[in-house]
């Protein structure tokens, strides 16, 4: 047969085909430089806020207000005042300065402002929520006479004043069955000093038709121990009311370290 018949055409269209097939599963020739080094895109890492306020939420509604420490309860409470982003560092920076939760409700908006991220939202906030508190507290003095609840008296007038920076003289005028008439602050001082009349002490309890008063004073230093200035002024008042038909029941000083009640301690 001469070359090229067609048995060498059909030969080589066989060896065509399995060479074609044998390039169709060849291996990709190896690369070289940057992309053969380079590595898969990492993942970003899962940011551990999402779901906090939610997770927040849930401690609070399931355990109360005592299953959160002071600066998750302020988280919460600045949740309104900022709609999005991280309220633990603010919260922390409150805490770290004022002490606690308490003590942050009762700051002066002057120190309020020298924290970092606090402005008029947070400080009306909190405003709005020690307000809340205290007519809370005074609400449970007034529904019954105010010697058969004597410690939701004490809780309302620390909640009111134990945290102050200068020393406030307040009055409650009780009627015969000892329900509270009025709740009056009588002067403002210094911080350790307020000047007390003893004279418009007893005319306002006339005033208010009032048979008994209980006198009321903070001592800004922390410390609620009676100084001498305190027992001689209550005795003055004592003095000067009786006679009239007006009975002082106690003198109770406030402060940040408890309080201290003249009936107690038998100095009146």
Do not use: C
Not at 35 to 51: M, S, V, Y
Not at 138 to 148: E, M
Request: aromatic fraction near 6%.
């Amino acid at each position: 047969m001469p070359n090229g018949g067609p048995a060498d055409s059909g030969r080589d269209k066989g060896q065509l085909s399995e060479s074609t097939q044998g390039a169709l599963f060849e291996a990709p020739t190896p690369t070289t430089g940057a992309a053969a080094t380079a590595k898969p895109e990492a993942k970003p890492e899962p940011d551990h806020r999402l779901g906090h306020r939610q997770r927040l939420r849930e401690r609070f509604n399931l355990g109360g207000p005592d299953a959160l420490p002071d600066y998750e309860l302020l988280e919460m409470v600045l949740f309104r005042v900022f709609p999005r982003g991280d309220t633990k560092p603010i919260a922390k920076r409150l805490i770290a300065e004022f002490g606690s939760f308490a003590e942050v409700l009762q700051a002066p908006e002057t120190r309020l402002r020298e924290v970092d991220g606090i402005g008029d939202r947070a400080i009306d906030e909190l405003k709005l929520i020690r307000a809340a508190a205290l007519r809370l507290a005074k609400g449970r003095v007034k529904q019954r006479p105010a010697l058969s609840s004597w410690n939701d008296l004490i809780d309302y007038l620390r909640a009111a004043q134990a945290f102050e920076a200068r020393e406030q003289f307040r009055i409650l005028f009780l009627d015969k069955k000892n329900n509270l008439i009025a709740d009056e602050v009588q002067g403002h001082g210094t911080v350790d000093h307020t000047p007390v009349y003893v004279r418009e002490v007893v005319k306002r309890a006339l005033e208010l038709s009032a048979t008994a008063i209980i006198l009321v004073h903070n001592h800004p230093s922390g410390d609620p121990t009676p100084s001498r200035a305190d027992i001689d002024m209550t005795k003055q008042i004592i003095d000067a009311a009786r006679p009239l038909g007006v009975t002082v029941h106690d003198h109770v000083i406030v402060g940040r370290g408890g309080h201290a009640s003249f009936r107690q301690l038998r100095l009146i």
